[in-house]
C-alpha cells in the first residue's frame, strides 16, 4: 500500500517567507508526528496528533511553527517569517495509534532551504 | 529527560567484516528502544526495536541489537556486513512515561567498501 507521503520534496524560500509542509500520512493510521532534522544533527520531534484529541505541540521551536490536521488525515506545517536556522529536512510520520510501542512509518522528507 | 547518545558519527568497514554501532541511552524510567535506518535517497525504515521481554532482538537482514539496562545501551551488531548495509542508522528512545515522541540520536553513518 502507499506509504506517508509529504510535498513538497525540496523547497527554497527567502528569509522572511511563509512556508508551507503538506504530509499525507498512510491510511487509517491515527497518530501523525512531525520531526525535523538540521544538518549534522538527529532527528528533533515538533509535534503530534492523535485522532481529534489537541496536538501535543511540545517540540515546537517557536510560535513561527504551527501545525494543523484537517479531517485527522493530512497535516500542513506552516513556518513564519522563515529564518535561516529553519533550514533542514523536515520529516513526517504516521502510526496505527498512539502508544509507546506502535511503529512509526516515516515519509521522505522536505527539504528547506531558507536563503 | 532523557538522551540518546551514538558514539560513532561514521563507522567505514570492510564487506563481510562484523560491525557494531554503539548506543546509550539515559532515562530515570523504563524505556522503549528502536534501530531506525535510513539508505541513501529513502525514507527512514525501522530496523529493529525492543519493548520488553528477551533483550536480544534481531532484524531480518541480520542486525541484531541487545538492551543492557545496567549499562543503558543498546548497541547494534551485524556479524558480516554487505555493501548494501551502507545506510545512516539513528537509534531512538520513547520515554515509558513521557510521550510518545521518538527521541533519536544523531546517526550514525556506516560504510562498507570492498
Known amino acids: 500500500g502507499a506509504g506517508v507521503s509529504q510535498s513538497p520534496s525540496n523547497k527554497v524560500t527567502e528569509k522572511g517567507k511563509d512556508v508551507e509542509l503538506r504530509c499525507d500520512p498512510i491510511?487509517?493510521?491515527?497518530?501523525l508526528y512531525w520531526y525535523r532534522q538540521r544538518l549534522g544533527q538527529g532527528l528533533e520531534f515538533l509535534i503530534y496528533?492523535?485522532?481529534?484529541?489537541?496536538?501535543?505541540k511540545s517540540g515546537l521551536p517557536s510560535d513561527r511553527f504551527s501545525a494543523e490536521r484537517t479531517g485527522g488525515s493530512v497535516s500542513t506545517l506552516t513556518i513564519q517569517r522563515t529564518q535561516q536556522e529553519d533550514s533542514a529536512v523536515y520529516l513526517c510520520?504516521?502510526?496505527?495509534?498512539?502508544?509507546?510501542?506502535?511503529?512509526?512509518?516515516f515519509g521522505p522528507g522536505t527539504r528547506l532551504t531558507v536563503l | 529527560a532523557q538522551s540518546v547518545t551514538q558514539l560513532d558519527s561514521q563507522v567505514p568497514v570492510f564487506e563481510e567484516a562484523p560491525v557494531e554501532l554503539r548506543c546509550n541511552y539515559s532515562s530515570s524510567v523504563s524505556v522503549y528502544l528502536f534501530w531506525y535506518v535510513q539508505y541513501p535517497n529513502q525514507g527512514l525504515q525501522l530496523l529493529l526495536k525492543?519493548?520488553?521481554?528477551?533483550?536480544l532482538v534481531e532484524s531480518i537482514n541480520g542486525f541484531e541489537a541487545e538492551f543492557n539496562k545496567s549499562q543503558t545501551s543498546f548497541h547494534l551488531r551485524k556479524p558480516s556486513v554487505h555493501i548494501s548495509d551502507t545506510a545512516e542508522y539513528f537509534c531512538a528512545v520513547i520515554n515509558s512515561n513521557s510521550g510518545y515522541a521518538l527521541n533519536f540520536g544523531k546517526g550514525t553513518s556506516l560504510l562498507v567498501t570492498p
Open positions: 491510511s487509517g493510521h491515527t497518530a
Open positions: 496528533f492523535q485522532g481529534n484529541s489537541a496536538p501535543d
Open positions: 510520520a504516521s502510526s496505527l495509534a498512539l502508544t509507546n510501542s506502535n511503529e512509526q512509518f
Open positions: 525492543y519493548l520488553s521481554g528477551s533483550t
